[in-house]
């Protein structure tokens, strides 16, 4: 089965001759339309464009096809191999701001804190295996020391072929307490990297650093890499020597556990917790009947009732219910119900109290008093 599909397009047949100059009078005002957005950058900003772009030989080469036009061709064979090199010559069409982001404060991620290079370029020293104390250490140095804000541009340039876009980063670096003595910025290598004028930067491995001697310091630069402000692997840094870590000998540790202290507070806690439920402990055992029942009688006609409902074989939830039904308070009725039955009706004792309370007995009886009728004596189940 053959399959067939049409479409239907505009072809302009146009001399090689009118070709070419309409051609070049276009791509004239394209370099000239860019000429003047690129002058609406920054100084550094156009500086890195117009190298990028490579205005001057754009300008030039544009030039020399017009005056080839104009003067060195006259056959058509001359004009269509002249077509061919306009056709190849590529001018951008747009070059804008695609993204910007201004004065955010800048903290380091800790996975690109490279120590070792801290190490070789600053002063002190650090242990492999105590690596991530001393990245996070720089990374609160750099809260508490330290206000890096971050301005961000990325100025795209679209021509017929393709779009790039070029990144423009400017650190802002002020210290909070004028105390630090050795700061470094560490930039990462990035494709094309230029910095806006000589920071004195220093080139060791994978990284640029530059040490900072007066605050504020303003540092910026570009780079036609793939990155921007939120991963971007720069960050800031002292010597080693100058972070606040605590050094046992053997190492960095953080802060020791002391057992002693921890005990401390420990046996503190219990004590607390045992003379809590020992308050509580009393005052259900020795208020808290008083508070259910203000006046006696309720308890007794309770107590009545659960008896002569228990004669007919009634269950506690049947009980409960009816007694709710009647008007009675929950706890109330649940109280009496578990009274009846002889079972714990406060909290459950345990039993060091349970030898308080017998000494305490046995003192009062030494003393010739007469407990049977005292606040321990409870109703009986029958009546």
Not at 65 to 86: M, S
Not at 161 to 180: G, H, L, W
Not at 239 to 263: A, D, M, Q, Y
Not at 292 to 320: A, C, Q, T
Request: glycine share 4%; net charge neutral.
């Amino acid at each position: 089965m053959q399959k067939s599909s049409e479409k239907i397009f505009e072809i302009i047949v146009e001399s090689p001759k009118n070709y070419i100059n309409s051609t070049l009078e276009q791509k004239q005002k394209n370099l000239e339309d860019i000429k003047t957005e690129i002058r609406s950058f920054s100084a550094f900003e156009q500086k890195i464009l117009n190298g990028i772009l490579g205005v001057n030989n754009l300008d030039s080469n544009l030039t020399n096809l017009q005056r080839r036009y104009k003067t060195q061709v006259n056959t058509d064979n001359e004009y269509i191999a002249l077509a061919r090199e306009v056709v190849g010559f590529s001018v951008p069409t747009n070059v804008w701001r695609s993204k910007s982001i201004d004065s955010v404060i800048f903290y380091p991620n800790v996975e690109n804190i490279d120590l070792s290079l801290i190490k070789e370029i600053g002063r002190g020293s650090y242990e492999t295996d105590r690596s991530s104390i001393y990245q996070n250490a720089i990374l609160a140095w750099n809260q508490e020391k330290l206000n890096t804000k971050i301005n961000f541009k990325e100025i795209s340039i679209k021509s017929s072929e393709n779009q790039q876009a070029v990144k423009f980063f400017k650190f802002t670096i002020s210290e909070k307490d004028n105390s630090e003595k050795e700061v470094f910025l560490v930039v990462p290598k990035l494709e094309n990297l230029e910095f806006d004028e000589n920071y004195n930067e220093k080139e060791k491995g994978d990284y640029y650093y530059i040490a900072i001697e007066s605050f504020p310091k303003i540092i910026t630069f570009s780079t036609t890499e793939n990155v921007d402000f939120v991963n971007l692997a720069a960050f800031s840094s002292p010597s080693l020597s100058e972070l606040s870590v605590e050094n046992t000998g053997n190492g960095l540790e953080g802060p020791k556990f002391n057992r002693g202290i921890f005990i401390t507070i420990l046996i503190l806690l219990i004590i607390i917790a045992i003379a809590v439920y020992v308050f509580m402990y009393k005052w259900y055992k020795n208020n808290y009947e008083n508070y259910l029942f203000k006046n006696k009688n309720n308890l007794y006609n309770l107590m009545s009732y659960i008896d002569k409902s228990k004669r007919e074989g009634k269950n506690d939830s049947e009980i409960h219910r009816n007694l709710k039904n009647a008007g009675w308070d929950s706890e109330q009725t649940g109280y009496a119900i578990k009274k009846y039955s002889g079972k714990q009706t406060g909290m459950f004792e345990i039993p060091f109290l349970k030898i308080l309370d017998c000494m305490k007995k046995n003192n009062q009886t030494q003393k010739g008093i007469d407990t049977r009728f005292g606040p321990e004596k409870t109703m009986g189940k029958r009546f």
